[in-house]
Each structure stands twice: as C-alpha cells, then as structure tokens.
C-alpha cells in the first residue's frame, strides 16, 4: 500500500547471463550486499532485457535466472533486507514503458551511445528492432517505477540513467500539474501532523513572500524527515512549496560503482565472452588448478628472470586480495626473481579459495532446495509490486487514464 518511506530507495537490476564470476562479484555485488543495510533495496533480474538481444533462443533464460539468483545469494545479498525478484514477474514495469514511450522521442533512444555500439558488436544478430532500440526506456520504467534516491551501476550503465532522469523530468513537465494540486498539497500538509503542519505553512509563506531560502531549507527537511507521509505526499509538498507541479516521478542520482578491475586468466578483463572467468562457486580443485597455469610477466621464462608486477595480471588479483605486507613482498620478490610466480601466486589462491568456499557453503542451501529459492523469489515479487501498483496508480491519474 502507500507506504511510508522512511528509508532511501535504491533499484538495481543484472540481466540472467547465467552463473556469475568473480569480476561480477568485485564489481556490482558486493557493493550491492553493502547498499542493502543502507537503503531499502530492491534488486532484480532483467529477464526482459536478456531477451532484447536473445529473443531468438529463449531456452536458457530460466536457468540462467534461477543460477544468477543462487548466485547472489550466496555473494551475500540478503532477502531479509533487500527485495529481490524478476522483472517479467511484475508487469508494472510493461505498462510504465508503454507509457513513457508515448512521450519519449526517437532521437533520444538512437543517441545512446550503447545502442550503435552493441549493434556493431553482435552483428551476428538482428538488433534493429523496436524492442532492442527501446532497451533504456524498460530501464527508466524499471526504475523510475521504484522511485529510488539511487541506482548503484557500473560506468557502462551511466547513459541509461542518465536518459532515464530525462525522461522524468519531461514526465513531470508534462503531467505534473495535478488539477486538484492545492487542495492536495494541503490535505498532505494536514498529514505531517498539526504541530508540523503549522511550522510547513509558515515556513513556506515566509519563503514564497519573502523569499527566504532558510525557510525553504527548513520546510524542506521538515517534508523528507517525516516518515509518516506517503511518497506522492512528499512530493506533493515538496512541489507546493516552490509553487511548481507534483513530481511524480524523482529524478534518481547515480550511484557509481567503482569497479576494480578484476584480470581474468588469460590477462585479458575476466568476462564470460573471453572465457577466462573464474566462477563464484566453482570447485576449488579447479579454481587451484586455473591459478596455476594463469599467465603471468612474459619476461619471466625462468625462475632467475626478475620481472615486473605491472605486466603481470597476476597482480591485478593481489591488488584485490592481499593486504600490504603480501603485496609488497610480491613487489619485491617479482622484481628481484626473488621467489617464482607458483610462490607468488600462493596466498592468492588460499585467498579466492577462501572466498569461494564461503559461497559455495552458503549456496548448498539454495541448490538442495531450489523451493527456497522459488519462495524467496515470489515474496520478492509481491512485495515489488506493492510500490509498482502505487507508482503506476498516480502516472495513470496524472495520464488521465484513471477514469471509469
Ligand atoms: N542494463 C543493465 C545491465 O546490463 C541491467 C538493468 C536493467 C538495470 N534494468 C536496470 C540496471 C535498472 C539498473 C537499473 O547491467
Ligand atoms: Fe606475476 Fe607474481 Fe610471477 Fe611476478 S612473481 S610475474 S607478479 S606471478
């Protein structure tokens, strides 16, 4: 129901490419399993998005959603805290898409950048289709449905939030004027509670007739820090105090992530196309195994050759993984052939392993009982859609489509 928003939102979402890797974990998830116990989190997988490229072989999608699930829970992201579903599983976000791209002009989708790009990328497949042009479009609705503070993503998802703000500001422009607003905007005002009822009208009079930006400021706390009030509420006073329209759909910030650059066995960036990943569960025999035959300083041909951390991808792992001592006697030990790469490359493979044995341990659960998995999932979906319907009820009423 409307609920009240005590807690920042914060909306993220992954497209189901199947088990996730190492580079995925440092990259997106364990900021993800921090971001949980700061804001309220909903985090979910795009399985539309996975079929704008792949909708010529659906065949793997609910595996590869049921695997990535299994995998972020054994990363740490904890349904307790945070919502985790499927998209298609709440159809809200269709119907928000549908809506925004009557007010979404072609130019702007051709003049993401990702969208020529990728079509040189896979030219294998046909992308000139509606569906893939509209694919920061499903992301804006995905989010802006949310009406998060936030969208945690990396700096290849930059553009798309970015085009997502553009879109809720033209939103806004167009459907923020509710007819009724002021007789809104009051009623809200009533509901901060009558002591700050009083303080909102007096801090917004002396505002709109003095202009006094300390009055403002005020208001404006005394409207975010009330969490008894409902988010349209919020915006509605928010709006009323500047004597603009409701916002009815927050523009959200970005929430960079910085990602490490995880090396993958090869040295090349670790990425599923290049196949030199290291899984987030995979057997540790393994894991040991592909260390140890991971490249390493070409410079390097015998064990008395000194070489150079800098050329090493071998490296690129320890900058993640050891703490300064380890680090520096790599440093030290490479450069002066000091010790050989199978030396070096020791307390890196006890620290993955280390790592990846705890995922694995948590995921047992979840792959002995897949009904687990299914329940978290379809809590998660109910409680997704509780805001979605919210959100979706007033863009329908400032749409006009309300009637009956
Ligand atoms: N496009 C994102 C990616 O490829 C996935 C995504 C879809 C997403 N909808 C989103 C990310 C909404 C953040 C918010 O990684
Ligand atoms: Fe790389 Fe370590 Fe070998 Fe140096 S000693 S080349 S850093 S693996």
Redesign the pocket.
Known sequence: MAGPQSTKRVVSGMRPTGALHLGNFHGALKNWVELQYQYECYFFIADWHALTTGYEDPSKIAGHSIEMAIDWLAAGVNPGVATLFVQSRVPEHAELHLLLSMITPLGWLERVPTYKDQQEQLKDQDLATYGFLGYPLLQSADILIYRPAFVPVGEDQVAHVEITREVARRFNHLYGRELDFELKAEKAARSLGSRNAALYRDHRRRYQEAGDREALEKARSLVQNNARITVADRERLLGYLEGTGVTILPEPDVLLTATPKVPGLDGRKMSKSYNNTIGLREDPDVVTKRLKAMQ??PA?KRRSDP?D?EK?P??GLHKIYSDEPTRNW?QQ??RTAG???LD??KPLIDSVVAEISAMRKRAQEYQDNPELVRGIINEGCEKAREVTRQTLHEVREAMGLSYR
């Open positions: 390493t300083d390097r070489g951390p090493c071998v490296w790599v030990g490479c010790i050989g790469c070096c490359k």
